[in-house]
């Protein structure tokens, strides 16, 4: 027997018994969470390369598999968030019918209506009225306020998120500084496991991509190219919450106008990022939560908010439709603006070269006039024409509101005060056609203005001194935050004799009640584009109580897709996980089986050491 059949036999036990160790090895991590399944190479020596040694520890890992896991995971994190959010959302209105609902509270105020029309005379059923609109009130500012509580918790995740998100990228920094340097294979294959564990758990908080390196770091980019790891260089997350958030605390680029909290990020290149305001995050819980928190919870608050001024205005209000007229040649519209104020808009619907569009005249008692975004008007294709009337306690005339329309409308439009008491003639000269004009002008002058028609101020701004909810932009929006804010107005409370009107002969009549509960189940009113019911952009057309059933249905329809969704994307992920196991997961058949051809060659190699031994035995004894 050669001295080399000796040499090679014990280089093969040597190779063998570390790749049982390694076998070993994965048995006992089949387990462990972001183990990837090793092996061993061998290497050939010697002369002829009649030998064998051990060569490097190899992980068994699948790049495209693990890319298509970090997608994955991403998405199941984004769907996830969405989908307990929006089931939230959806509870906060109660069971649809039941009489604790939303709906329920509308329904059981518009049945009160109806009693109390069928008997004017009743003080239980004036009772009763005045009970079910404050139920109702309270109900949607409660459903408001929890709304704001839901933004406010994605406020708080948000930091949260950040903040480990921050502490994720500086581990994998160091991880890469620490792979690049690893001179054992073992350890570095545990470093490696390491790495694209962390990067795994970022990919649930934002979408990213991994770029190997040629010294074995990786640098980690989002989909949109935001560096985020340059090799051993993190970038610094940070984000300034804003605690708790309120109805008007929205996201915008200017500093001093943002009320919410912003994601920056300082690039290992020094540059500073608004991660939100580039869209550099698109996916990851941390991309649903900011969805949540800027687009999906503030609509569902815009919702509540055009609600309470539905109920607020149908009750008070006059709605107006313009009266066709021609005038010297002119057509136009006749409008009763008697009692206008501040927020009481008027809208011209004009066809000219441009095609159709709303004008919306808004007066305000402002000097320059208030001049609010289309956006947060019911129509955000309108153009918005603000003007000037009087403040309370003065009342404009018909001829001052007139003077003001026409400065701001100018030389395409003539306006004038034809004698009708409160009422404004628009004609057009002869430039763009006027197509229809409507108004909505609340009618009592205080909120204990008893009234003599079929109007009264039952639904008021708690947090307006004056009362009214007139729709005003003096000083702000008075819709933004007013589901909050709406309440049964207390003069009502004391004397709910105002429900009721009056005949010649001091008889208690059903005109009121009856045109309340026709306002709030008959009459067709606009609701904003921005409550999103009526479809992108577009405004929708309904009664008070359509428009509730609506926005239940829309919560509820959005909570089921948002389900749905997750529900395939959980199963995309599994898919995903079961791929990338089956690649680089231990399988313990697997690695018994080669434990067994491990065994089997450890013991050839053996047998050829055992019989060298005993030939050098005989050889001594000769």
Do not use: C, H, W
């Not at 912003?262 to 608004?274: C, E, F, L, V």
């Not at 009087?390 to 404009?396: F, R």
């Not at 030389?411 to 003639?425: D, E, K, L, M, Q």
């Not at 001194?465 to 049964?488: C, E, H, I």
């Amino acid at each position: 027997m050669s001295l080399n059949a000796l040499n090679t036999s014990t280089a093969g036990l040597k190779l063998t018994q570390a790749q049982l160790g390694i076998v070993s090895q994965n048995i006992a991590n089949a387990g462990t969470v972001g183990y990837v399944r090793r092996t061993l190479d061998s290497v050939t020596t010697g002369p002829g390369n009649s030998g064998v040694a051990t060569g490097t520890i190899s992980r068994s890992i699948d790049a495209a598999a693990l890319k298509q896991l970090r997608l994955e995971t991403s998405g199941a994190a984004y769907t996830t968030v969405l989908s307990s959010v929006l089931t939230q959302v959806d509870k906060l209105y109660g069971t649809p019918g039941s009489s604790t609902s939303l709906d329920g509270l509308v329904n059981g105020f518009s049945s009160a209506l109806q009693s109390l029309a069928a008997d004017p005379t009743s003080s239980a059923a004036r009772s009763a009225v005045v009970t079910s609109a404050s139920s109702l009130a309270s109900q949607i500012g409660s459903i408001a306020g929890s709304v704001q509580d839901l933004r406010s918790a994605m406020e708080s995740q948000l930091s949260q998120d950040t903040t480990q998100a921050n502490q994720l990228l500086k581990s994998i920094a160091d991880l890469n500084t620490r792979v690049s340097q690893a001179s054992d294979g073992a350890n570095k294959a545990d470093l490696l496991d390491q790495r694209d564990q962390a990067v795994n758990s970022l990919s649930a908080l934002m979408d990213v991509q991994s770029v190997p390196q040629s010294d074995g770091t990786v640098s980690l980019i989002t989909t949109t190219g935001v560096t985020l790891v340059d090799r051993g260089n993190p970038t610094v997350l940070s984000f300034d919450s804003r605690g708790t958030l309120s109805p008007g605390s929205e996201y915008s680029t200017d500093p001093t106008q943002r009320g919410v909290g912003t994601i920056t990020a300082k690039t290992p290149g020094g540059a500073t990022i608004d991660l939100v305001a580039s869209g550099a995050i698109r996916s990851g819980s941390i991309a649903a939560e900011l969805e949540m928190r800027d687009t999906v919870l503030p609509q569902a608050q815009r919702q509540l908010d055009d609600l309470a001024a539905g109920l607020s205005r149908s009750m008070s209000d006059n709605q107006v439709t313009g009266t066709a007229v021609t005038d010297s040649g002119k057509a136009g519209f006749d409008v009763d603006l008697s009692n206008l104020k501040a927020g009481n808009a008027i809208t011209l619907t004009v066809k000219d070269g441009s095609g159709t569009r709303n004008l919306i005249l808004m007066p305000s008692y402002l000097t320059p006039p208030a001049n609010p975004d289309a956006s947060l008007t019911d129509d955000p294709n309108a153009t918005v024409v603000p003007f000037t009337i009087q403040a309370p306690p003065a009342t404009p005339s018909a001829s001052d509101i007139a003077s003001a329309i026409s400065t701001a409308l100018g030389s395409s439009y003539t306006v004038s005060a034809p004698g009708s008491a409160g009422t404004v003639r628009i004609l057009s000269n002869g430039g763009p056609t006027l197509l229809a004009a409507n108004a909505s002008v609340t009618q009592p002058t205080s909120p204990t203005d008893k009234g003599t028609g079929t109007q009264v101020a039952l639904f008021v701004d708690s947090g307006n001194k004056n009362g009214l909810y007139t729709g005003s932009f003096d000083g702000g929006s008075q819709l933004t935050g007013f589901a909050q804010r709406l309440a049964v107005n207390p003069a009502v409370v004391t004397n709910n004799a105002m429900l009721v009107t009056q005949t010649s002969a001091g008889v208690s009549d059903s005109s009121r009640p009856q045109a309340l509960y026709d306002a709030l189940n008959t009459t067709q009113r606009t609701f904003s584009a921005a409550s999103g019911i009526g479809g992108v952009n577009a405004p929708t057309t309904s009664s008070v109580s359509g428009f509730a059933r609506s926005i239940i249905a829309s919560q509820g329809a959005a909570a089921s897709s948002a389900q749905d969704l997750d529900e395939g994307q959980g199963i995309a992920l599994a898919t995903a996980q079961g791929r990338f196991s089956s690649e680089s997961g231990v399988n313990i058949d697997e690695e018994m089986s080669k434990l067994i051809e491990l065994q089997t060659a450890y013991t050839a190699n053996a047998r050829v050491l055992t019989a060298a031994r005993d030939m050098l035995d005989t050889l001594l004894r000769i």
